[in-house]
């Protein structure tokens, strides 16, 4: 079992930044990555960035490439969020993936094993 909690959303406006943490606890010691998904009012989930945990090896959403940035700690994932857009908004959870295995996609949120609760990011026009 992985507990995961987020942390660092808020309201900002156009052009802020933001660095979003999750911090995972329980059975970490497996895991083969984390990432990152929002999902917006009315719409549906949508991935934005993932990072493979040994190998740092990083994916992300084609509209955050180069605003946006994943990293991470022991036990802790980071979003650095910079360049902020109002469509940007929206509530952002991180995710994991326990154990590696043959035919994981990053991008796919249905082979996440672990989620957090969420934190909102609002971003004013």
């Known amino acids: 079992q992985m507990v995961l909690e987020e942390s660092g959303g808020g309201l900002v406006r156009t052009g802020g930044s933001l660095r979003l943490s999750c911090a995972a606890s329980g059975r970490t010691s497996t895991m083969y990555a984390m990432g990152w998904f929002r999902q917006a009012p009315g719409k549906t989930r949508e991935f934005v960035s993932a990072?493979?945990?040994?190998?740092?090896a990083t994916e992300y959403l084609e509209s955050v490439k180069g605003r946006f940035t994943i990293s991470n700690a022991p036990n802790t994932l980071y979003l650095q969020m910079n360049a902020l857009k109002p469509e940007d908004t929206a509530v952002y959870s991180c995710?994991?993936?326990?154990?590696?295995?043959?035919?994981?996609?990053?991008?796919?949120?249905?082979?996440?094993?672990?989620w957090g609760q969420g934190t909102q990011v609002t971003v004013l026009s």
């Open positions: 995710a994991a993936i326990a154990y590696n295995a043959a035919g994981l996609d990053l991008r796919h949120a249905l082979d996440y094993d672990f």
């Open positions: 990072i493979t945990w040994n190998g740092g």
